[in-house]
């Protein structure tokens, strides 16, 4: 398959643009900058200009990669890399630009010239198309128009607000300085380092293509290794700080970085290992594969056997703090393996999860409070309070579904979602009040006390939610199996073919909605313990959609998938500081480069992948 | 209305009747409690109806956005709101910018237009991109998908903005000629509602001439009426969608500026999930792709949640009542959803789209 000339210059200036516009966003909404906060190597590289060179360089190995597939010669190969790299720099350089004092007349001249510019270049382009000379000539005067009102307002704006920071919050001081690498005072300094570092990036990006792939899968492992060290220092020492000398580590970080010798060594090391890995990984692999039914059985048992020791092991071995992360993670875990039932396994998507958290909570907290709002002060304890909270969770999930049994899709979603407001307005609402009060909220919930030790510290109370993980995860593996889980994906997949063979499917709805509430339930209980007082703030529809994200991300109906969506999707944010500002945005953009790309998710199970590939061709086959 | 089952006695159905009865008796005892009560004057009445009538012709704007692209594409645009939100968040600027140069005092049609056309247009690119980058590829995919894709859209957007104007409120300034009030007898009505209520109007007369009068117009509701036909027709269906959510975008924007003169709390980038949620509500309540509907059930909940909180849950002896004005429109989308998913004026839905 050979491109033609135009199809290459394509694809070069839109992947160089596309990279070019991530560089602009991610600095605009303030990412560089909070990321420039973290070291990643002490002294030598952060996390911010990080982004700023890794961009260029994937975005040029993907264009060479793709051009070297379609038979282009390695030299225009690697000049696509060097012109991506150029794009990548372009539009944060116009920003830096219309940003400085200097170079202020260049925005407004812009702004001035781009309407006629822009509609001019739309009527050439209806002209060669052999347009109406009339219908050339009107839309020429419409995009002028249009484009002027705009043009003509943000000149206003710009004018009258002075600098461009007084809009646009993130295109400030800190942004320039990382962007030109420190070179604020002289701007075109700073512009040409910027530019040849991504031209730089761009053109090693391409390079690696031609690299041949067991060295290049070893770089890429080193690389990889080092580099999320460095980026979670802060987390490593953590866990280091729990099993090794004072001195050592010193030797090995400054404060939360890496040092540069440490990050060397971890890089070479790291890069042996990988290419062993790469060399003789595909043997071992294929030694796995020729073993015996039953010695693949013992080693998978083993496997198991030492993982679930690891977690049993975990709080000593990360300390504190990452046990408290621990504890957050496993909370999401708990409910993104019962919203599974509803969405996984049914189809049901219930974006009002919430409201179970909320049950739980408030049941725990009113039952065990021993504050003025509590109930039935020390009457009971947390482990009396848990099942009812379960209970009431479910009550509550019973009670919301009878409604909306008879709604499908996104009617279902959107009720679900009312539901979960509906729930936030109450709970802040001094109707209220005397019950579960207001704004303020329950406070003084004691913590639980297991064999006369109070479990106060995030390592004990990890043992608690593991407890709750496991017996959820068995649940919901033997419900996968079960005669109910059948109905629920056959439900999921067709709800009037699943009434016609039998099922009742208003029931076994119903079953999915309750079941799926318990979890909810406890994890909003073991919350409220953890945290000692329960706020209506805490419940919002981020939760719901928190959950949400996990599931998908993970891969809808999958168990492991869940598990690991949570890690990442709850974990990453809470160990790197510098993320959680941007939590929503990346899940956003997540949720939808995965439905577009991947919608099974990253674990997926056999079935759905198998379901979503049968979908497409039924649709290729109907000709939709 | 009360439909028994005569052959097996369908619990489902049996629960939703006593919902239903629960429900009108709450209506009714609550009602009854406040009017014999008597606290609020006839007056008071009139001027929550009118508080509430423009108030929901903003809605019925953002209303209109979900019912164009579900005319078309059966699907809900969950992000509309945030769409709503770009309008009137990158609006504020300019809004200063033009008070601080006294253009909004000395000739305020002109700043106002100028405002509304602005909104409109940075709310309309929003929209044509979203549709570009985040659902045309998904097009024909299983009805989740789009679903889940638009949820992310939706905090995707919010997010950004937040990024790029920070997270603050920022009030649109005071117009000095919507200061004053009318007033009729012991009504008085603010001249900033009437704004309101007339501004969304012309908007949504205009809408009603592109859709029924124009070219365009007509080849939206060939679009809608069936896809394949129109494209044998020779009507090119992507420009036509892309076409649709820029003007529903373009209302989505100016309701967002009107918003702003009407309500002198202020904008910020979450301003547009719940107005987004009660659009929708109020499109439902119209019945889904059906545009006067749109427009009808837009007022129609504004009016419900001025009234509601004073008239019933008031009367119920619920203290704070107007705390729940949300409470009541959520409620609301949830009953309709039950009890008339295909809405007011609803005639066209089947099955497969409930």
Not at chain 1, 310 to 316: F, I
Not at chain 1, 388 to 406: S, T
Not at chain 2, 3 to 28: G, Y
Not at chain 2, 301 to 330: M, R, S, T, W, Y
Request: aromatic share 10%.
């Amino acid at each position: 398959m050979d491109l033609s000339r135009s199809q290459t210059r394509q694809t070069i200036i839109t992947l160089g643009l596309l990279s070019g516009a991530l560089i602009l966003f991610t600095g605009a909404v303030g990412m560089i900058a909070a990321f420039h906060e973290r070291e990643v190597v002490n002294d030598f590289i952060t996390l911010g200009q990080l982004v700023l060179l890794i961009t260029p360089l994937i975005f040029g190995y993907t264009a060479a990669n793709r051009l070297g597939m379609a038979g282009e010669a390695p030299i225009v190969a690697l000049g696509g890399g060097i012109i991506i790299g150029l794009l990548t720099a372009l539009p944060t350089t116009i920003m830096l630009l219309f940003n400085s004092d200097e170079f202020r007349f260049l925005l407004d001249w812009s702004l001035r010239l781009a309407p006629f510019v822009a509609a001019t270049a739309i009527a050439w382009r209806m002209h060669r198309q052999n347009a109406e000379t009339l219908t050339v000539i009107g839309s020429w005067l419409l995009v002028a128009a249009l484009l002027g009102i705009v043009t003509f307002s943000l000149a206003l704006i710009f004018e009258v607000k002075g600098e461009l920071r007084s809009v646009l919050v993130n295109i400030n001081r800190d942004w320039v300085d990382v962007v030109t690498f420190d070179n604020r005072r002289e701007l075109l300094t700073g512009i040409l380092v910027f530019s040849l570092a991504s031209v730089l990036a761009g053109f090693l990006g391409s390079l690696c293509c031609y690299v041949p792939r067991t060295p290049r899968r070893a770089l890429f492992y080193g690389l990889s290794v080092t580099l999320l060290v460095g980026a979670f220092g802060e987390t490593v020492r953590l866990v280091l700080q729990e099993n090794l000398e004072r001195d050592t580590l010193n030797q090995l970080f400054r404060r939360d970085t890496l040092r540069q010798n440490a990050a060397l060594g971890l890089f070479v090391f790291s890069t042996v290992i990988g290419y062993l890995w790469a060399a003789f990984g595909d043997q071992a692999r294929q030694g796995f594969q020729n073993l015996g039914g039953q010695q693949v059985q013992t080693t998978r048992m083993i496997g198991t056997v030492l993982f679930v020791a690891l977690l049993l092991v975990l709080p000593w071995l990360i300390g504190r703090t990452l046990s408290d992360v621990a504890v957050t993670i496993g909370l999401f875990v708990l409910m993104g393996l019962g919203l599974n039932i509803a969405i996984g396994l049914a189809g049901l998507l219930d974006l009002g999860y919430v409201t179970n958290y909320a049950v739980g909570a408030y049941i725990l907290a009113v039952m065990t409070s021993i504050g003025p709002l509590g109930l039935m002060k020390g009457v009971f304890s947390f482990w009396m309070v848990i099942p009812i909270a379960l209970l009431a969770a479910m009550f509550a999930g019973f009670i919301f579904a009878v409604p909306v049994l008879r709604m499908r899709g996104d009617y279902l979603a959107i009720a679900t979602l009312g539901f979960g407001e509906i729930i936030g307005k109450l709970a802040i609402s001094d109707w209220l009040k005397p019950l579960i009060g207001g704004a303020q909220g329950v406070q003084a919930i004691p913590k639980p006390i297991f064999l006369a030790t109070e479990l106060k510290n995030p390592e004990q109370l990890y043992y608690i939610v593991l407890v709750a993980c496991l017996i959820t995860l068995f649940v919901s593996i033997r419900l996968n199996n079960s005669r109910t889980g059948r109905q629920w994906m056959a439900i999921r997949e067709d709800e009037d073919v699943a009434t016609a063979m039998g099922i009742d499917t208003a029931r076994a709805k119903l079953l999915a909605f309750t079941l799926s509430a318990a979890t909810g339930g406890v994890a909003g209980a073991i919350f409220a313990a953890k945290v000692g007082s329960v706020f209506p703030n805490s419940f919002t529809v981020f939760i719901s959609i928190n959950v949400l994200s996990l599931i998908i991300v993970g891969g809808i109906a999958s168990n492991p998938g869940i598990v690991v969506g949570a890690v990442v999707l709850i974990g990453l944010p809470e160990l790197l500081r510098e993320f959680s500002d941007f939590r929503f945005l990346l899940y956003g953009a997540l949720l939808i480069m995965m439905m577009i790309n991947r919608p099974q998710g990253l674990i997926p199970t056999k079935i759905v992948t198998h379901e979503i590939r049968a979908g497409v061709k039924a649709k290729a086959a109907a000709g939709d | 209305m009360f439909k028994w089952k005569t052959d097996e006695f369908s619990w489902v159905d049996f629960t939703i009747d006593v919902l239903r009865i629960l429900i009108v008796l709450a209506i009714v005892v609550g009602s009854w409690n406040t009017l014999s009560e008597g606290r609020i004057s006839f007056a008071q009445w009139v001027n929550l109806f009118i508080a509430g009538l423009s108030q929901g012709s903003i809605y019925a704007l953002i209303a209109l956005g979900y019912t164009l692209v579900y005319g078309i594409l059966l699907m809900i645009n969950f992000a509309h709101g945030e769409v709503f939100m770009a309008g009137a968040f990158s609006t504020v600027f300019l809004a200063e910018a033009l008070n601080r140069t006294g253009f909004l005092n000395q000739s305020p049609v002109l700043a106002i237009l100028l405002m509304i056309l602005f909104a409109g247009l940075v709310s309309m690119t929003v929209a044509i991109l979203l549709e570009r980058i985040a659902y045309r590829p998904l097009r024909g995919s299983p009805r989740l998908v789009p679903l889940i894709t638009a949820i992310g859209a939706s905090f995707f957007l919010q997010y950004t903005f937040r990024g790029l104007y920070g997270s603050g409120f920022k009030a649109y300034p005071q117009v000095k000629i919507l200061q004053g009030a009318l007033q009729i007898g012991s009504i008085n009505i603010p001249t900033v509602q009437i704004f309101v209520f007339a501004s969304a109007l012309v908007l949504m007369f205009g809408l009603y001439w592109l859709v029924e009068r124009s070219r365009i117009g007509k080849a939206m509701r060939a679009v809608s009426e069936n896809k394949e036909v129109a494209r044998l027709m020779g009507i090119d269906i992507d420009w036509v969608i892309l076409f649709t959510f820029g003007v529903g975008g373009f209302l989505a924007g100016s309701a967002g500026v009107i918003n702003g003169m009407f309500r002198p709390q202020g904008v910020n980038f979450f301003m547009g999930f719940i107005p987004g949620i009660k659009a929708f509500t109020a499109a439902v309540l119209g019945g889904i792709g059906n545009i006067p509907g749109a427009m009808l059930g837009g007022l129609f909940l504004g009016v419900i949640e001025a009234i509601g909180p004073n008239l019933v849950l008031a009367g119920l002896g619920i203290p704070g009542a107007n705390q729940l004005k949300d409470v009541i429109a959520f409620t609301m989308l949830v009953l309709v959803l039950i009890f008339r998913p295909q809405g007011i004026l609803g005639e066209r839905l089947s099955e497969k789209k409930a």
